[in-house]
């Protein structure tokens, strides 16, 4: 990917994170990336277009952030799952705050537009392609369908602290909680 086309989809995720689906236009995208003017609508030719951009990208960024957080550790133990867990919540909420606010409007825009199902569902594929063979390297008796479980409940925990933030957030005895219910004791 050119260097131009990843600062116009990396100033479309923080266009999306903070002014929303309806103020993702070129305008506004142009203007967030710095660039001249036509720059965003020269690279994506319509605003679907850039959608599909964005989700790619940011399958592309996440796939970077598991491997940095969970793919190098590759959990041996139920507690390294969890702390590699808690580390995607943390940075989730933290250093990729905006692209999360910017997937999960996403996530409520594919509702109304069946074409971006595709991708984002392309997305969670790869997510669970990593995680579930953790699980079952951890001995779960149906590491796919736990893989779905533990991946809505961190989207569900994520969700709810960027909706309603709590100051003492600790996702940590969730996850735990939920991992001794899916895996057999180590």
Do not use: K
């Not at 903070?18 to 142009?30: H, K, N, P």
Request: charged share 20%; proline share 6%; with cysteine.
């Amino acid at each position: 990917m050119s260097r131009r086309r990843e600062q116009v989809l990396d100033a479309a995720i923080e266009v999306l994170a903070t002014e929303g689906s309806r103020g993702l236009t070129f305008q506004a995208v142009d203007r967030a990336a710095r660039v001249p003017a036509g720059t965003a609508s020269n690279s994506f030719r319509t605003r679907s277009a850039l959608v599909m951009g964005i989700v790619n990208h940011l399958v592309e960024l996440d796939q970077r952030d598991w491997q940095a957080v969970g793919g190098m550790v590759r959990p041996h133990t139920r507690d390294a799952l969890a702390q590699a867990m808690i580390g995607i919540i943390g940075h989730a909420l933290g250093p990729g705050r905006n692209r999360t606010i910017a997937r999960y409007t996403l996530f409520v825009e594919a509702a109304a537009r069946p074409e971006f199902r595709a991708p984002i569902a392309t997305g969670r594929a790869a997510v669970d392609s990593w995680i579930t063979p953790w699980l079952q390297r951890l001995g779960s008796s149906e590491p796919a369908a736990h893989c779905g479980i533990l991946l809505d409940h961190i989207d569900g925990m994520i969700l709810h602290q960027i909706t309603w933030p709590q100051a003492e957030f600790d996702p940590g005895p969730g996850i735990d909680a939920l991992l001794t219910g899916l895996l057999p004791p180590s």
